[in-house]
């Protein structure tokens, strides 16, 4: 089984007691504690189900929120609060991405080369532009993709802190994050400001990549 249910909207995670012989869950976002438990899967799941009706109907009555508004509430509050760390984290993205496209670009171009020497039967150019540029630039794809991955951990790890902060899942925290992130919005290509900035970026490792390679 899984970890977690979902219900209206509504998510819980799971854990399992050895002990008592119980599985136990309790209502993500919800500060009030709201749990539930039962000795079967197929028991948890209705007790869940009556959890989340109960807690709808009792916030109803005394006039509360839905879950999802106090979740957005505190999640505007500390994304507020936390601003310029995101800002930090969305420029990091932003320039890890643009370090990617620009080492992609320059694979690609390296292997036009190497197919316009194979079409003109230069094989020993075409030998020897395998071994320096397409190599390196390999290379370089590959480490910028790294880099690219570290800074993508560290919007896990930020999302992650929220969850906690809220008492609500991941998934209920990322989208509130990934709306404030400006890396995140789908885009079709980089600008030249950015592919500037990461050729500015990435220079030093150019050139340390080129002094590492076989003469």
């Known amino acids: 089984m899984t970890n977690s249910m979902t219900y209206k909207g509504y998510s819980a995670r799971i854990a399992y007691d050895d002990d008592d012989g119980l599985f136990t869950g309790r209502?993500?976002?919800?500060?009030?504690?709201?749990?539930?438990?039962?000795?079967?899967v197929k028991a948890l799941r209705a007790a869940f189900l009556v959890a989340v009706d109960d807690y709808i109907e009792t916030c109803a009555k005394i006039g509360k929120g839905p879950l999802s508004d106090q979740v957005m509430?505190?999640?505007?509050?500390?994304?507020?609060?936390?601003?310029?760390?995101?800002?930090?984290?969305?420029?990091t993205i932003i320039c890890e991405v643009?370090?990617?496209?620009?080492?992609?670009?320059d694979v690609r171009k390296a292997l036009d080369a190497l197919d316009?020497?194979?079409?003109?039967?230069?094989?020993?150019?075409?030998?020897a532009l395998g071994y320096r540029?397409?190599?390196?630039?390999?290379?370089?794809?590959?480490?910028?993709?790294?880099?690219?991955?570290s800074a993508d951990f560290k919007r896990h790890d930020f999302t992650s802190s929220m969850a906690a902060s809220l008492n609500c899942a991941f998934e209920e925290a990322e989208p509130h994050v990934v709306a404030r992130l400006q890396c995140m919005t789908p885009r079709s290509h980089i600008t030249d400001e950015e592919r500037a900035a990461?050729?500015?970026?990435?220079?030093?490792?150019?050139?340390?990549?080129?002094?590492?390679?076989?003469e």
Request: without cysteine.
């Open 73 to 91: 509430a505190g999640a505007d509050t500390i994304l507020t609060a936390r601003e310029a760390e995101l800002e930090v984290l969305d420029d």
């Open 133 to 149: 540029e397409i190599a390196s630039a390999f290379i370089f794809l590959q480490r910028t993709l790294g880099g690219l991955q």
């Open 27 to 40: 209502i993500a976002g919800s500060r009030d504690g709201v749990g539930f438990h039962a000795d079967t």
């Open 198 to 214: 990461a050729t500015a970026s990435f220079e030093a490792q150019i050139m340390k990549m080129g002094s590492t390679l076989p």
């Open 116 to 127: 316009g020497l194979l079409g003109d039967r230069q094989f020993e150019k075409a030998a």
């Open 98 to 105: 643009a370090g990617v496209s620009q080492a992609a670009d």
